[in-house]
């Protein structure tokens, strides 16, 4: 945390010396009314008569050390505001930072809904720690120190009766904070659940609204709700009881200085208006020390959503930059590599879950400029093999290798620069048609958005838009079709012009003559690019150079579609399913 603050060291104590300046102001307050009260109207030095003049000198020195008080407390809520905000900014920025660097497992690990909560919740109750230390901290401090020492200043005797007081607010303030402090973690957990359910319920809407689900998902954020509002109500029902006690201590102590100031006035030892002055004291002082009790809660929150914080903070990613530094080099053989891919005896299991192995013993080699088609059944493995090549995953055994190196050498955003990737399910941002394909390459000019965009099929539907390219993409594409979005998304991989192009299942929604011309577009545009094509239709398929047939995690066959049609048995069982007449997309 203090890597955080001490660029802000300087806000962080300007903001004490102007409280301790309100706060002194404060303090003279009640002396002055004190004076009122003695001198300007019971007269006590002037044989009882009193004197209008002093309650009206007093009164404006009263105002004046009103405005001097409040300028102070205005000037250090604005430095406080500024370090805590300025702190709160620099931790989400890196701990927003840190969730781009984390692996998909790890992401997995810690929940979407969780995740947000840090970023967003829990920070800002660091945040309000962080202004409660520097402003409510020093405040009540300093009205405990000088109020014990006005009071003492006045009569040994109102001192004694505060400090007498001390210990039962203490054992009270203890007592209930370690009973609620537990729950703090609880109730951060409870709100990531909240959080989970509607960003689920909002991102899969469409689901929930065809299944007629409404019912059912309102009843489980209902019941996620009311984890959160028990737990909440448990810790303020704690804290509920702490105030009346506290209260009770403090009206005890008011009555114990009422009584000894009686005594004390008839013995002439202090005045009404010390009384009168010394209960004023008594109530900053027994108040400052109930605020410190909401100061320590806080900060109790603050810390348990600090430490939650920190969880990710010192995550470090599972995959990390390679050791190894890793260039293109100038040499023939870097040359002829140059999209190159190669898996040697790979094999995979997801990292947390029942260890069985999802890919076994794959062994694959892809020639630069070469198209390569995987097809297999549902769950054979074919999408977890070329997560394996950007390195979203790392293998469990064998080796993965890109341009002839090892994936593992690299830096992960050198490799990842190397190819480009469109997914079945398209992900595309709140922004214009043309910002969405230019994500790919931001220095790319309008007229390689175009190309792109021609090549993916895109452009048709795009002019067909009053707007054009500046058309805006609602939330998550949900103002385009499916097959309007894996266009774009495609448009997207091409304008980045890498050395390897994946295309995971990414013209599902095309109907099979735009798929043809996509196709074609790739062949003769993109020939020069590596690419790794995986579809469910052996019609997306036959065209390329060659088909790497995947069955329960091993490739069983890998060669061009006439070949397989002689000798892949697996590969003629899906052919006489899906094209019993059916005709080459590519035309040929």
């Known amino acids: 945390m203090w890597k955080y603050l001490k660029k802000y060291m300087l806000f962080a104590c300007l903001a004490p010396v102007f409280m301790i300046g309100e706060v002194a102001m404060d303090l003279i307050q009640p002396d002055f009314m ?32 009103v405005v001097i008080g409040g300028s102070c407390g205005v000037l250090c809520g604005v430095f406080s505001n500024m370090c805590a905000q ?173 009584y000894v100031g009686g005594i004390r006035v008839q013995t002439a030892g202090v005045t009404p ?55 293109d080099g100038n040499s023939a053989a870097a040359a002829s590599d140059k999209g190159r891919v190669a898996l040697r005896h790979v094999s995979f299991a997801y990292p947390g879950g029942s260890g069985e192995q999802v890919l076994t013993d794959v062994n694959l080699e892809i020639e630069p400029g070469e198209t390569v088609a995987l097809l297999g059944a549902t769950g054979s493995g074919k999408t977890s093999l070329v997560s394996l090549i950007p390195r979203f995953y790392d293998a469990t055994e064998g080796e993965v290798f890109v341009d002839g190196v090892n994936v593992k050498d690299y830096k992960v955003s050198d490799l990842r620069d190397k190819i480009a990737i469109a997914l079945q399910k398209s992900e595309l941002f709140s922004k214009t048609i043309r910002e969405n394909i230019k994500w790919g390459n931001p220095e790319a000019t309008d007229e390689q958005v175009l190309a792109a965009a021609e090549a993916a099929q895109a452009t048709e539907f795009i002019f067909s838009k009053p707007e054009g390219l500046d058309t805006m993409v609602a939330e998550k594409g949900m103002s385009l079709s499916g097959g309007q979005k894996q266009r774009l998304s495609i448009s997207r991989a091409l304008l980045k012009d890498a050395e390897i192009l994946i295309l995971d299942d990414s013209t599902s929604a095309l109907d099979l003559k735009t798929e043809a011309k996509l196709y074609e577009a790739l062949r003769t ?36 579609h006439e070949e397989l049609m002689r000798s892949c048995e697996i590969y003629q069982d899906i052919y006489r399913s899906q094209l019993k007449e059916g005709g080459d997309i590519y035309g040929e």
């Open 86 to 258: 300025n702190f709160g900014n620099d931790l989400r920025k890196d701990t927003f930072r840190r969730i781009m660097s984390l692996s998909f497992e790890q992401t997995d690990q810690f929940s979407t809904g969780s995740l947000v909560t840090r970023t967003t919740n829990d920070i800002t109750q660091v945040q309000n720690m962080i202004q409660q230390c520097i402003r409510g901290f020093i405040r009540q401090m300093v009205f405990m120190i000088g109020g014990i020492y006005c009071m003492v200043s006045m009569d040994i005797s109102f001192g004694v009766i505060a400090i007498c007081a001390f210990p039962f607010l203490i054992v009270c303030i203890v007592f209930f904070l370690s009973k609620v402090t537990p729950f703090f973690s609880i109730l951060q957990e409870k709100l990531d659940r909240v959080n989970s359910v509607m960003q689920e319920n909002v991102a899969g809407t469409r689901v929930v609204k065809a299944y007629v689900r409404e019912d059912y998902e309102k009843e489980r954020f209902g019941k996620a709700n009311k984890d959160l509002v028990d737990t909440q109500l448990h810790i303020l029902l704690l804290m509920s009881y702490m105030t009346p006690i506290m209260n009770i201590v403090l009206n005890v102590a008011v009555v114990a200085v009422i």
């Open 273 to 327: 208006g010390n009384v009168m002055a010394a209960i004023t004291y008594l109530s900053y002082i027994l108040n400052g020390v109930m605020m410190f009790a909401m100061i320590f809660q806080t900060i109790s929150r603050g810390m348990a959503s600090y430490r939650r914080i920190e969880e990710v903070l010192t995550c470090e990613p599972v995959i990390a930059d390679g050791s190894a530094a890793v260039s």
């Open 34 to 65: 004190a004076t009122i009260v003695d001198e300007g109207v019971l007269g006590l030095s002037n044989g009882g008569v009193g004197d209008l003049n002093i309650v009206i000198t007093t009164g404006l020195k009263m105002i004046l050390c």
């Open 525 to 560: 545009t993109y020939r020069h690019v590596t690419k790794i094509i995986i579809a469910q239709r052996i019609a997306s398929v036959r065209g390329a150079d060659r088909i790497a047939v995947i069955d329960n995690g091993r490739i069983v066959a890998c060669a061009p």
